[in-house]
């Protein structure tokens, strides 16, 4: 592409009051380029002058004016670079003339006269011509062979839904389901949750219904009996190799070497051909990843509705409430089996149960946590089973005893409707014991509701155990990755498949494979339908954004994705080894194997590479140093008391939008620091803050996303990633005689823009403490 | 080791209370937000969330046996901000009945009072027992005792001899004292025990000095209407109470004056309108109306608050007695012999039909409340 430039500075929203518009043009122009400035560049006026521009031959457009992330598609030219200057937000409505005074008449052409304001807009358009020069205009990455067909890998409520809501959108579906039929779980209930309005009384389970109406789909292959051996490949072209399971074939998926294989006696890492001596004797029998199966079935993305088991407690786990001591406590799931069978009945005696007691918490210890893997769905179960005990029985009582009881959303009318029995008894409690009492139960509990400790006599005792996500014991989906065939680090997520809690649901950590119902968190039937129907929208999104070339998400839309320079590749494995969504596969040797459509473009190998050979069209390790090298740093030549410049790399997904979020609500911050957005912490290549230093800035931070288990980071890892290299430049600044201090990061999320103005003034104050960079001005 | 409260739900109460006007009970979540906005709950132990539990896990000893819902004047402040519309208010008046049906015995009785198909039966008892009563006096002592085709001036006694009449009412009334005598001796041990194991008094004992005194310092508040006082919700209620309250008082001092006049001065009926004492009457007897149609009128006007049988019963009581009373004395001064008549007849079975049941009604509170509140004095519960 031949850039033909354009500058473009607004003067609207209070721009051209505070900033000497003529001296900003002249930063440009001095250099060359075309400057035009207008009143309001989003009028009419505006938007035309740039139409017409870019009609006559324009393709690369800087525009000074508000931030990129507001009036996106009024500045969007197809085929044509823009940046956007934020030196609205940013600079103009950040930094009033009232705290950063304008320079008088006099002082007009003062040269010692330090304008904090006309500087920073000044270096942020420098910056942005920068930019522009190194950057190239992206070009969409299309795969060789595509294929639209999903799978969807289990056949209970969940799958089954998912397939038919793809169906129904015009994909074709193939259904796995390990047993030898549909169903699932569901096939084991007496009544299930109610799924319509008014939400008071359980229901015949769905399961059936639906069954039958997935075999209307002549669109949908149903494999039962099978299992995935493995998935290779990327989004829109995975290579899936089905069997039978329990099945051993050579195209099981192959697994990574364990840590304690990668080392030599002595605890060294071993060279690369000695690792991959090891790892073809483990996994003998075993085809590598890189090998493709030519009698593999192909398909565009996965849907995994593995589902759950329910939990199955220790021998001794809970012994103080009975729990295999008597036969008579019981878990929910086989409650729900004894309900199925009949009326209810004792397991030990065959007797009537006709006072059970339903135990919600396990107490002792654990404090008021509930068993493992439960949530809200297992409150609402107690509450379906304490039905069927006065279903069956005039005289039948159900107490329930919990910690928490959650409802939530339209379950609160269920709810509702069960307290109103007044057969059913629900208190706030802790159970401290369930011990035998003749033929039957007693159960104790404290600090109840009554106001006193209290005793119940009972037939039975149901414990309210979660449900185990199918990943937690096997990885499922057996992915021919060189990460290893599970997902990684789903610790963070109580082992259910997910990838963040909040933004991005349905998304796992494997781009192209969309969690859905019990294996991604405890949840009822309704639930699960639900979201049956998000993850095939997901999954439907993933093959429409690869079929264009572009990222599916969190970046959705992006049409870049990493380019690497193999030539000077050193073969570290880092970019392999520190992608959070494993796209990379390593060869024998080595080196790296991109899978772009596995990729979400945020930019960790380009982090991580100490050869810095890995960047995007619009985003490189050149573009930014540029910018970072644009910035003018002022020195004793300049002024005799020069200002500080501090260098801010910003995450673009929430530290960006909270640093605009405090200029609109006219928050100011100290001037003597300047931006450069980053797509993700975890893309900050460590050249950039030495490219800072040595270039006499006098301090770096990054600012970015919560890691750790609570973390917000988009891409899971970058910032954690971000803080590990952080602490190694700091080694490294000892080095070079500069303090460790000068380079910091700061957590913030989206909400607590407020808090950001404090966080830079301590910063610079720290920096200030520790006075200028003794390279400056060299 | 604490002791374990033993938890042995009594299904049959829950549907009793609920069929009393507490039917919203099992709503309540314990938010407790009654007990935090009800301006006359102690601070120990307060009410009426902990009844609210007891009452939707069917621990009948635990509210029947105590003397919190009675400490309870029906406001209704609580039904009011009840974020669940539980109406913990017709809860406790449930409950309240329930003790009544408790501490009342026959239960046959009880039962009969809080079923509106009995009431035609429980209307025919007196009537019956009048004429049952006039004839076999009459036998025995070989008078007219009933007449009914009086003639001349109207004079009410003609038809049914003070004597009679007498005769009939004490025995009601001795059947209602002896009633009440069993009941508030069940009654006041057990609230007591109550009170001990839930730790609401300062004493071990009753001591009847202590309890007498106590007493004394109570009936002035009760009088003052102190605790109605301090509801928000239904002020102008306590207004009505009282009219109805100070006529019921007014009414029962003429009854002993002109019982004094008959039996010791021998001076008979009917009265100069000029005598002081049927002023008081007179007033009294305006009073009992105007009080209990400002009460029916609340009633109506909240249709929030749950009006059950027991409730409409008492009122529909109080307006008769009020009505038949003035009735027959407006009707002999216009001098409409039968319609005169007929009415008085009326107003003896209504009067009867008062005291007979008066401790299986909802009129019980009188004694129930007022031993309750002279407990709660008693044990310092504040």
């Known amino acids: 592409m031949n850039k033909k430039y354009g500058v473009y500075i607004c003067q609207g929203c209070g721009i051209g009051e505070s900033l000497n518009i003529e001296k900003l043009s002249e930063v440009a122009s001095d250099e060359g380029y075309s400057v035009k400035a207008c009143p309001a560049l989003c009028g009419k006026e505006g938007v035309e002058l740039l139409k017409a521009d870019v009609a006559a031959g324009v393709n690369t457009l800087v525009i000074a004016a508000c931030s990129p992330r507001v009036l996106y598609d009024t500045f969007r030219f197809d085929g044509c670079i823009v940046e956007r200057v934020n030196i609205r937000e940013h600079v103009v409505w950040s930094h009033p003339r009232t705290t950063w005074l304008a320079p008088t008449e006099e002082q007009k052409d003062d040269e010692t006269f330090i304008d904090h304001v006309q500087m920073m807009a000044s270096d942020y358009l420098k910056m942005a011509l920068a930019k522009v020069e190194k950057i190239k205009l992206p070009e969409p990455y299309k795969l060789d062979t595509f294929t639209k067909k999903i799978l969807v890998i289990g056949g209970g409520i969940t799958g089954i839904s998912a397939a038919i809501d793809a169906a129904k959108a015009g994909y074709e579906v193939t259904i796995v389901e390990k047993e030898a039929a549909l169903g699932g779980n569901a096939l084991k209930w007496r009544k299930q949750l109610p799924t319509d309005y008014p939400y008071e009384k359980p229901m ?91 009698n593999g079935e192909k398909f565009g993305a996965v849907v995994l509705a593995a589902g759950w088991r329910p939990y199955q407690p220790q021998e001794n786990e809970y012994a103080h409430l009975g729990f295999g001591v008597t036969p008579d406590v019981v878990t929910n799931a086989h409650f729900e089996e004894i309900a199925a069978a009949g009326k209810i009945k004792r397991p030990s005696d065959g007797k009537e ?90 159960v104790e509990a404290d600090d109840t509701l009554l106001g006193k400790a209290i005793q119940i006599k009972a037939d039975l005792v149901v414990l309210a ?116 969504f494993g796209a990379l596969d390593d060869d024998e040797r080595g080196t790296p194997k991109p899978n772009p459509t596995r990729c979400r473009r945020c930019g960790t190998c380009m982090g991580a590479c100490p050869e810095r050979i890995i960047n995007f069209a619009n985003y490189s390790i050149d573009s930014v140093s540029s910018m970072v090298k644009a910035i003018k740093v002022p020195s004793t030549d300049d002024f005799d008391e020069p200002p500080l410049r501090i260098l801010g790399l910003i995450c673009e997904n929430d530290a960006y939008p909270a640093l605009d979020i405090a200029g609109m609500n006219r928050l100011s911050w100290n001037a003597d620091v300047r931006f450069i957005p980053v797509r993700c912490l975890g893309s900050v290549n460590v050249i950039w803050i030495k490219d800072a230093l040595s270039k006499g800035m006098d301090g770096v931070f990054l600012m970015g996303c919560k890691h750790g288990d609570d973390y917000q980071c988009h891409f899971v890892k970058g910032s954690e990633l971000a803080e590990i290299r952080v602490k190694k430049i700091g080694e490294a600044l000892s080095s070079l005689a500069l303090e460790p201090e000068r380079v910091a990061q700061f957590q913030v999320a989206i909400d607590e823009y407020d808090k950001i103005p404090q966080m830079l003034q301590e910063f610079v104050g720290t920096i200030e403490g520790l006075g200028p960079n003794p390279f400056k001005g060299f | 080791m604490t002791e374990r409260l033993v938890i042995e739900p009594d299904l049959n109460f829950i549907k009793d209370v609920g069929m009393l006007g507490g039917e919203d009970l099992k709503k309540c979540y314990q938010c407790a937000t009654c007990s935090v906005v009800c301006p006359i709950s102690p601070d120990n132990r307060p009410f009426p969330r902990k009844e609210m539990i007891a009452a939707s896990w069917g621990l009948k000893d635990k509210l029947v046996k105590s003397a919190d819902p009675w400490l309870c004047h029906n406001c209704g402040d609580c039904s009011t901000r009840c974020p669940r519309k539980a109406k913990p208010a017709d809860v406790l008046a449930a409950i309240r009945a329930q003790a009544i049906s408790e501490y009342s015995g026959p239960k046959v009785l009880a039962n009969a009072l809080n079923n509106p198909k009995m009431l035609p039966i429980l209307l025919l008892v007196p009537a019956v027992y009048i004429l049952i009563m006039g004839t076999i006096m009459g036998k025995i002592f070989n008078f007219q005792f009933l007449n009914f085709s009086p003639e001349g001036t109207i004079v009410h006694a003609k038809m049914v001899s003070t004597w009679l009449v007498d005769v009939v009412m004490l025995t009601a009334a001795g059947f209602a004292a002896l009633t009440f005598f069993n009941g508030v001796k069940r009654f006041l041990c057990d609230i007591h025990q109550n009170a001990l194991a839930e730790g609401k008094t300062t004493q071990q004992a009753i001591d009847a000095g202590g309890f007498i005194q106590a007493l004394i310092r109570t009936i002035p508040a009760i009088l003052r209407h102190a605790k109605f006082n301090e509801c928000t919700e239904n002020k102008e209620r306590g207004v009505s109470h009282m009219l109805v309250l100070f006529a019921f008082i007014g009414l029962f001092i003429v009854t002993s004056i002109f019982f004094v006049a008959i039996y010791g001065l021998q001076i008979h009926g009917p009265y100069s309108q000029l005598n002081p004492v049927k002023w008081l009457a007179n007033v009294s007897g305006v009073a009992l109306i105007i009080g209990s149609i400002l009460l029916i009128k609340t009633r109506m006007s909240k249709p929030d608050q749950k009006s059950a049988y027991k409730d409409w019963l008492l009122l529909g009581l109080v307006l008769g007695l009020g009505v038949t009373g003035m009735g027959a004395q407006l009707t002999r001064l216009a001098g409409w012999a039968g319609v005169s008549y007929a009415v008085y007849f009326i107003h003896l079975i209504l009067v009867w039909f008062t005291f007979a049941y008066l401790p299986f009604s909802k009129l019980a509170h009188l004694v129930y409340r007022t031993v309750a509140m002279t407990y709660a004095e008693f044990a310092g519960r504040k």
């Open chain 1, 204 to 294: 015949a389970p769905v399961i059936q219904s639906k069954i039958k109406e997935l075999g209307s789909y002549p669109g949908i292959a149903i494999k039962t009996g099978t299992v995935v051996a493995r998935i290779a490949g990327q989004p829109g072209d995975f290579t899936v190799t089905f069997k039978k399971p329990g099945e051993k074939i050579e195209f099981d998926v192959p697994f990574p070497l364990p840590p304690e294989m990668r080392v030599d006696e002595s605890g060294k890492e071993l060279e690369a051909e000695k690792l991959h001596a090891r790892y073809l004797e483990y996994n003998q029998g075993r085809v590598d990843i890189l090998t493709s199966d030519p």
């Open chain 1, 353 to 442: 149960a006709k006072s059970v007691v339903f135990i919600q918490s396990p107490g002792q210890g654990g404090g008021d946590q509930d068993f493992p893997y439960a949530a809200s769905v297992t409150s609402l179960v107690a509450l379906k089973q304490a039905t069927y005990v006065r279903a069956d029985y005039a005289d039948g009582k159900s107490f329930i005893i919990y910690q928490h009881m959650r409802t939530p959303g339209m379950t609160e009318n269920f709810y509702k409707a069960v307290q109103q029995d007044p057969g059913v008894f629900l208190t706030k409690g802790q159970v401290t014991k369930v011990a035998k009492n003749g033929a039957g139960l007693i």
């Open chain 1, 465 to 580: 155990t979660g449900m185990v996500p199918a990943t937690k014991d096997d990885p499922v989906i057996n992915l021919a990755y060189r990460q290893g065939p599970a997902f990684r680090d789903n610790a963070l997520f109580n082992d259910y498949a997910d990838s963040n809690y909040i933004c991005f649901p349905y998304e796992t950590q494997r781009t192209g494979i969309y969690a859905a119902g019990g294996v991604r968190r405890s949840m009822t039937t309704e639930e699960a339908m639900e979201d049956a129907t998000g993850a095939a929208l997901k999954a439907i999104q993933c093959l429409e954004s690869v079929n264009r070339g572009v990222s599916v998400h969190p970046r959705s839309g992006d049409l870049t994705f990493p380019d690497f320079f193999f030539q000077r590749c050193t073969q570290c494995k880092r970019c392999t080894q520190e992608c959070p």
